[in-house]
């Protein structure tokens, strides 16, 4: 089992729609919880940061952590065509180094 | 432009080669990190040096080797090269040890190996 699961996608949504993106991990220990986005042929972008469990909204995103089912979860409200990109989930533990990666989610808004 | 440059943008070389890539992070960053990014993978973490220290290792193949210099630019050097190393290598970088407060990443060179 990896460390992170992410589904790959691709998810599809038409403008104005609420997008969910979602990762699982099996790793208790971790505490630090992010989400970057990453267009085409560019590096990942830091998105949205949490520590611990709770909700923590930023605009139009929302990132939520539930660490007793080991779940976190991205909400995009009103998606636009400029949010089509991969989105990442990424974390670590308090005494770590290296953040994990899931493999992202591809996500493609239409106008 | 994030502020951590790496150069080249692209590299195309045949196998059995050796190539360098250079990473020079933000400025006041003191952490780097090198990932590799492939399709079926994603993002695999590989090393990670600090004030020109070696701090931690993932994946990293034996062929592959990094270094931190006192201006505290980054190299990672891959030797041997094979098919399945074609990628995208990224480095990013942080001011502290720990990545606890998110990395910043350069925009990756894209490695092709014929």
């Known amino acids: 089992q990896k460390e992170v699961e992410q589904d790959p996608g691709p998810l599809s949504v038409p403008e104005g729609a609420i997008v969910s993106l979602n990762c699982t991990y099996s790793?208790?220990?971790?505490?630090?919880f992010m989400w970057y986005r990453q267009y085409s042929r560019k590096g990942p972008e830091l998105l949205m940061y949490?520590?611990?469990?709770g909700n923590k909204e930023d605009g139009r995103f929302t990132a939520q952590v539930d660490k007793s089912s080991k779940y976190i979860s991205l909400f995009i409200r009103d998606s636009q065509p400029s949010d089509s990109a991969t989105y990442l989930c990424?974390?670590?533990?308090?005494?770590?180094?290296?953040?994990?990666f899931g493999k992202g989610t591809t996500l493609s808004v239409s106008s | 432009d994030s502020g951590v440059t790496q150069t080249p943008k692209h590299l195309i070389t045949a196998t059995g080669q050796r190539v360098t890539l250079r990473c020079s992070p933000r400025?006041?960053?003191?952490?780097v990190y090198w990932y590799q990014q492939s399709l079926d993978q994603g993002l695999q973490f590989l090393i990670q040096?600090?004030?020109?220290?070696?701090?931690a290792k993932g994946n990293i193949l034996e062929r592959f080797s990094a270094q931190q210099f006192p201006d505290l630019h980054s190299e990672l050097n891959l030797s041997s090269l094979e098919l399945g190393d074609s990628a995208l290598y990224f480095c990013?970088?942080?001011?502290?040890?720990?990545?606890?407060?998110?990395?910043?990443f350069g925009s990756g060179t894209r490695l092709t190996v014929v």
């Open positions: 990013a970088s942080t001011k502290v040890v720990g990545a606890s407060y998110g990395y910043t």
């Open positions: 790793n208790s220990a971790f505490q630090y």
């Open positions: 949490t520590y611990s469990s």
């Open positions: 990424a974390m670590n533990n308090q005494a770590g180094t290296a953040l994990i």
């Open positions: 400025s006041g960053d003191l952490s």
């Open positions: 040096y600090y004030n020109g220290e070696e701090r």
